[in-house]
């Protein structure tokens, strides 16, 4: 079975090739029959791609050790959710992943547009198809997943065991969800490029995808860091490592694109601006995915480094050169007059928005590179790591924030010194008022009050916010606050659940603020029966079980935490031993709560002396950063819900504007 | 007289320059209390493999990370500052120890380029601000706020009632 594979990657190359030329020359010559053939053929790479990764799978969970791909990353007693994982374990598989979704997105799209958009949309399919040619040859040529090998082992070599972990269950899907489906706004994107047709209909048809991404980047960010807070057992949560960095890049970008958008479907302005955005957030997934195979930097990460590092910056110099030219080439037509009359408006908040997460972007970006070009232009190797890039981040995070509580609340256009006291008078004297009770509760540090201070500007204007809707609404219409909360976001979802992603945004940037700051570590070593204070608990060591199976061997340590001499819990901090990869891992205990949360790392018991020795961390409202990731999804389903409404408007824009252009592009033959 | 008003000129600057001395006292008397081994151990960086700083390696058994934290404790004992640890364990392993990069030489551009892109990235935006602006016609003489006000809101009660 396993030999299906390798024929439909190269069945999926030969259709992705055909493809192009289809759907390109279709359109060129308007053939709509080669147009609609191209697109078939699309459907069909995906389902031979959909083979192959079916293959793949199915060797994983039944044990296939023939293939190379199979023995290297799991074994015989692997549990079966981690050889379904296993997939985006190593190299080959996580590339196939890459591809699979990429070709269901790809079709989607196609079937999407197959009545809309007819002069962009065969365009942005070859882009897309034109983005599987290249992970497909990787995957045919030179990355294969379905070698095999020389002499059958009797076991695989397993899993690293880091990847043993619910949380890489998830996180790697939902980043590369993220990453790939950026790659839908960037062809249109590239497409309205090639064909000048340059308004907004590309904005408004990836709208929905570029939230998509969006949405998944924001998850596959947050289950990252909760991997790390949980597997890692060092208490924190993100360490500035090049394969984090490479993941935060596309969000910000993506981010400042969102906003952007908005200017130009309000005031048709920053066209040159926001196809820069998108095409910088793909080129930076596809940077992303550089760093973590190239090994050209050192990363906790990586864990899958091979020679694919020339390869990926060579297809992301075309690309982004490509992209480039194709923008340069249209500036001309993308030139609008451009509607501006204040800086006290919200255009200029959100410009000042964009500059910010484009700069800290590229801060990110700097300080991950900057390695390499220390040691290309000196020769010597430096390290750039969590000091640097919390001195540079951090003021421009406070920055952020505070233009987060600015914008929604700004008029359009200008607003007067009057209009912005009655709107920020409230936020600001909250935001005042909790920066004194920051300060009077001893906590003096300038970063913490500032960042605090805003934090409470930010959640006063949301609430101010979400009150003037709700009274409007109960006296307009007559009703309950509760159903007048409903109905606002309901009929106003994109606005509104902007307003909850925000929220989210600022309850884990407090989470952030307090669990770097007021982290408490204990490591003490101890005897059965002794006990460790931290902060308000008593944690006693009560003693080990062991247990073993062939896959792990586990010792499992029993502490009982009290508080003002109650009981509260029993944790079960673990060490673990990987019988195949001969690899120890850890399993933390943790304790959490809206107010602090307790983590018990459990080192190992010393021989000779019978004495554990554990490292308890305390760290403050860390929860929130946690809650905050989620309702910032939560606001992103709620922007994303289809709106009755605003459907109806696109559908009557998109009919108004493609009416006459199916009509000549079906002329010739038709579907 | 003229000595009484030019000490009641200098009464209130006077009374700033000392508290502006003393907030500088208190900084650097804060700054002059022993560092603590987190935060020297946060300036460099563990060499065992684990990609994190010595403040925060995650072997609890490190054998690179344990034995530094215990010289530093060592050094803070014998009285020496956070920047003369850090600078003997430069001299010792090299620039790859230290958790960021120094801010002098070549090093300097690591720090000073980031702020300097958005700088240049804001003045040439409060540039096309300025181009955008000027030859602007300001609105139609705009409504004054109240009539504008009460325009806008007859409109949005309109729609509101259309949603409802």
């Not at chain 1, 995906?46 to 296939?64: E, F, G, Q, R």
């Not at chain 2, 060499?47 to 690179?64: D, I, M, Y």
Request: proline share 5%.
């Amino acid at each position: 079975m396993p030999l299906i594979g390798p024929f439909a990657l190269a069945f999926a190359l030969l259709l992705a090739f055909y493809s192009v030329l289809a759907n390109v020359i279709g359109a060129r010559r308007r053939l709509s029959a080669l147009v609609v053939s191209g697109r078939h053929a699309l459907w069909a790479m995906s389902a031979m791609i959909t083979v192959a990764i079916v293959v793949l799978w199915s060797s994983l969970l039944h044990s296939d050790f023939t293939l190379h791909y199979v023995a290297s990353y799991s074994s015989l007693t692997l549990p079966p959710i981690y050889k379904f994982t296993a997939l985006w374990g190593g190299q080959q598989g996580s590339l196939l992943l890459w591809t699979w979704l990429l070709s269901v997105f790809s079709s989607i799209v196609a079937w999407q547009n197959r009545r809309r958009n007819p002069e962009i949309t065969p365009y942005a399919l070859a882009v897309l198809a034109v983005l599987a040619i290249f992970f497909l040859g990787m995957l045919n040529f030179v990355t294969r997943p379905f070698d095999l090998v020389a002499r059958v082992p009797g076991d695989g070599q397993d899993l690293n065991p880091l990847l043993q972990n619910y949380w890489m269950a998830i996180h790697p899907p939902s980043l590369y969800t993220g990453y790939v489906s950026a790659s839908v706004p960037f062809a249109f994107g590239a497409a309205a490029l090639i064909t000048g047709k340059l308004d907004d209909s590309w904005i408004r048809t990836t709208r929905r995808w570029a939230i998509f991404s969006w949405f998944f980047l924001t998850l596959g960010n947050l289950f990252g860091a909760r991997w790390a807070y949980e597997v890692l057992g060092w208490g924190g949560y993100w360490a500035w490592d090049p394969v984090e960095n490479a993941a935060f890049m596309p969000w910000l970008v993506m981010t400042a694109y969102l906003h952007s958008v908005m200017i130009q479907e309000r005031k048709d302005m920053l066209k040159v601006w926001n196809l820069a955005l998108i095409g910088l957030a793909f080129e930076l997934t596809l940077f992303g995915t550089f760093l973590t195979r190239s090994g050209v930097i050192s990363s906790v990460h990586s864990f899958t480094q091979s020679g694919l590092g020339p390869y990926f910056l060579t297809f992301l110099a075309i690309v982004a050169s490509a992209y480039t030219a194709l923008l340069v080439g249209r500036l001309k037509m993308l030139r609008t007059p451009a509607e501006f009359e204040s800086y006290l408006s919200r255009e200029a908040a959100f410009l000042f928005n964009n500059l910010v997460l484009v700069g800290i972007a590229f801060a990110v970006f700097w300080g991950t590179i900057f390695p390499v070009i220390s040691e290309a232009v000196r020769g010597v190797k430096i390290t750039v790591g969590p000091p640097f890039f919390d001195k540079v981040n951090g003021p421009l995070a406070l920055l952020l924030i505070f233009l987060m509580g600015v914008g929604p609340l700004i008029a359009w256009r200008r607003s007067t010194a009057r209009n912005l006291l009655r709107t920020f008078a409230a936020p600001l004297l909250i935001g005042l008022g909790t920066g004194l009770c920051v300060a009077l509760a001893g906590l003096h540090q300038w970063y913490v009050l500032t960042a605090f201070s805003l934090a409470a500007f930010v959640l006063g204007t949301i609430l101010a916010e979400f009150r003037h809707g709700v009274t409007a609404r109960r006296h307009l219409v007559g009703e309950s606050s509760a159903r007048a909360m409903v109905n606002l976001v309901a009929k106003n979802n994109r606005r509104y659940g902007g307003y909850v992603i925000h929220l989210g945004v600022v309850l884990a940037f407090v989470g952030i603020v307090a669990s770097s700051f007021f982290r408490l570590e204990v490591k003490r070593s101890v005897r059965q029966g002794d006990s460790i204070d931290v902060g308000p608990y008593e944690l006693v060591y009560l003693g080990t079980r062991s247990s073993m199976d062939p896959h792990v061997e586990s010792l499992q340590a029993r502490i009982e935490v009290m508080r003002d001499g109650r009981p509260l819990a029993v944790m079960l901090p673990a060490k673990l031993f990987y019988a195949r990869q001969q690899q120890p891992a850890t399993v933390v205990a943790l304790r959490s709560t809206p107010l602090h949360d307790l983590y018990v790392v459990f080192a190992g018991v010393d021989e000779a002396t019978g004495q554990a020795t554990f490292q308890v961390f305390l760290t403050p409202l860390v929860f929130w950063l946690w809650a905050g990731g989620l309702i910032m999804a939560l606001g992103t389903v709620i922007v994303m819900w289809p709106n009755v409404r605003e459907r109806a408007a696109i559908a009557a824009v998109v009919r108004a504007g493609d009416e006459a252009a199916l009509e000549a592009q079906m002329a010739p033959g038709g579907e | 007289m003229p000595p009484a008003s030019s000490s009641r000129r200098f009464r209130a600057p006077g009374a700033l320059l000392l508290f502006a001395l003393a907030l500088g006292g208190a900084y650097y008397a804060r700054a002059a209390v022993k560092p603590s081994v987190d935060s020297v151990a946060e300036g460099l960086t563990c060499q065992c493999g684990c990609g994190l700083t010595v403040a925060n390696c995650n072997h609890p058994q490190c054998e690179f990370s344990v034995p530094v934290r215990d010289q530093i404790e060592k050094m803070i004992a014998q009285g020496r500052s956070r920047e003369q640890i850090i600078e003997a364990f430069r001299v010792k392993y090299g620039e790859k120890i230290l958790s960021a990069p120094t801010t002098s030489g070549f090093n300097l551009l690591a720090w000073i380029t980031p702020f300097g892109v958005i700088a240049i990235g804001g003045a040439l935006l409060v540039m096309v601000f300025s181009r955008w602006t000027s030859g602007q016609p300001s609105l139609p003489a705009r409504l004054d706020e109240q009539n504008f006000d009460a325009a806008l809101r007859r409109r949005l009660d309109d729609e509101v009632r259309k949603d409802a």
